[in-house]
């Protein structure tokens, strides 16, 4: 995930080199459990799995970002944006600072989201209510 200019102070100097010795633990595949997908792949999501490009479409020139037209199981058509995966590097406590490998994991951007949607919740919320406390300041003036 990328790194909002406001945190980006509370990131040790060294952060680059501990991302990716974390990612090469992982083998450059994501650590969530059966998860399939790899750092730098392009493919799709099917039915909840990475599906990397089939080398049909690859030799046909698709790449990530384009959508292909295909047909599901059940023989309906549907669309299939193809994505490139990029492991991103988790805190599992949500401190920036807390760099210890036992705190951190590689993930795919899809379950990075996963694991952080109740903290951005909480963040969210608190940014709003930051935003409301300012208008009541300038309520009136």
């Known amino acids: 995930m990328p790194i909002k200019p406001e945190n980006l102070a509370r990131y040790p100097k060294d952060w680059k080199l501990i991302s990716a010795s974390i990612r090469q633990r992982a083998g450059n595949r994501c ?51 193809l994505i490139r995966i990029v492991l991103t590097v988790a805190h599992l406590d949500h401190v920036p600072e807390h760099v210890d490998p036992d705190n951190l994991r590689a993930w795919c951007q899809r379950h ?27 309520e009136g003036a």
Not at 56 to 71: H, I, N
């Open 112 to 138: 990075h989201l996963a694991y952080d949607a109740e903290h951005h919740k909480q963040t969210a919320y608190a940014t709003r209510r930051a935003g409301l406390a300012m208008a009541d300041l300038f």
């Open 31 to 81: 650590e969530w459990p059966g998860c399939t997908a790899c750092h730098h792949t392009v493919g799709y999501w099917s039915d909840g799995e990475f599906v990397p490009m089939p080398r049909v479409l690859r030799e046909a020139g698709f790449k990530a970002g384009d959508t292909v037209a295909a047909t599901d199981k059940d023989g309906r058509h549907i669309s299939l944006k």
